[in-house]
């Protein structure tokens, strides 16, 4: 069926974020996580990675205290693919920036 209307952009980054390109599912824990992470700084940093069955983006660690970047990068796997978000804080002149 044709769609009577279009959509909007709100509606097209939900389906966007919920579906990749490859057609790996994001979990809605996923999305929860990365907006807390994001917008209520709660999380210092969130690693995430494909279930066993290569169906879905699942979040497999949250991190809420303060770390530092060698334990995010060394809570890391070295021999297989991750996607991981960490909110780095650095200092501009004038004060500090997130």
């Not at 996580?33 to 700084?41: A, I, S």
């Not at 991190?63 to 693919?81: A, V």
Request: contains cysteine.
């Amino acid at each position: 069926a044709i769609p009577t209307t279009t959509p909007t952009a709100q509606t097209k980054s939900k389906y966007l974020v919920r579906i990749m390109a490859t057609g790996i599912a994001v979990n809605e824990e996923v999305i929860t996580t990365y907006q807390d992470l994001k917008l209520g700084k709660k999380i210092k940093y969130a690693i995430f990675r494909i279930n066993e069955a290569n169906t879905d983006v699942v979040v497999e660690k949250v991190q809420k205290e303060e770390t530092s970047w060698d334990e995010f990068t060394g809570s890391l796997p070295k021999d297989d693919c991750r996607y991981a978000v960490y909110d780095f804080a650095f200092q501009v002149d004038g004060g500090q920036r997130n």
